[in-house]
């Protein structure tokens, strides 16, 4: 049974650095093909892709957001972390961690979404 | 980037009614890329469809994808009370970019 699931702070000030992490099971991110990626949704609006990590330890960002992201892995522990720096009152989303299975283009399983908050 | 846009933003239905949502793409895409989710409230979107047309395990047959190029629909042919939510198409473009469309939702009428 494949699952993730999210942890971090709900609230955040502005300026602060983000730090999400995603813990998983019924994978292993060592598996060849396998990829986790982090997904953002502020209320009311649709998903945003922020971040992708590959078994092979290959990382990719959105574009617009590159410069503040940075993904990394633990496979022993089977988890995978995502910090965004200099966090803002726009960037309060719910934050999602998902994978995508060998050879697969979708997201077949989500984690259950941690809200983080930006305010003073 | 490419674009997704889905339209109607939202559609009042009652149950028992065939509904069928657009999610039109600003260039031709590969349909091996698009993909459906449908999110309730507080949920994580739930993958529906993927390659445009092959339902996810678990999925019932009331719901079914077609399309290809720039034009995708996602047909649920009986609604039943638990499919009211907002649906979300997604494409992967490459370099990796992944997009979401801004979703439609289905409300009970």
């Known amino acids: 049974q494949v699952t993730l699931k999210e942890s971090g702070p709900a609230l955040v000030r502005p300026t602060q650095t983000l730090t999400l992490t995603c813990t998983f099971s019924?994978?292993?991110?060592?598996?060849?093909?396998?990829?986790v990626h982090w997904i953002r949704q502020p209320p009311g609006k649709a998903p945003e892709w922020l971040a992708r990590?590959?078994?092979?330890?290959?990382?990719f960002y959105r574009t617009s957001l590159k410069t503040r992201l940075s993904i990394s892995k633990d496979t022993s522990k089977n988890q995978v972390v995502l910090t965004m720096t200099n966090m803002d009152p726009v960037d309060t989303a719910t934050y999602f961690c998902a994978r995508t299975d060998i050879a697969a283009y979708y997201f077949d399983y989500w984690g259950q979404g941690s809200l983080v908050t930006v305010s003073s | 980037e490419i674009v997704l846009t889905q339209s109607p933003g939202t559609l009042s239905l009652s149950p028992g009614e065939r509904v069928t949502l657009s999610c039109r793409a600003s260039?031709?895409?590969?349909?091996?890329?698009l993909a459906w989710y449908q999110q309730k409230p507080g949920r994580a979107p739930r993958l529906l469809i993927s390659?445009?047309?092959s339902r996810a395990t678990g999925i019932p047959d009331r719901f079914s994808g077609s399309g290809s190029g720039t034009d995708f629909t996602l047909t649920i042919s009986r609604l039943e009370p638990d499919d009211f939510a907002v649906y979300y198409c997604?494409?992967?473009?490459?370099?990796?970019?992944?997009?979401f469309g801004q979703g439609t939702k289905l409300e009970i009428k």
């Open positions: 997604h494409l992967y473009a490459g370099s990796p970019a992944y997009s």
């Open positions: 260039q031709s895409v590969s349909s091996i890329y």
């Open positions: 390659g445009a047309s």
């Open positions: 990590i590959d078994w092979d330890g290959d990382k």
């Open positions: 019924g994978f292993s991110l060592s598996t060849s093909g396998m990829r």
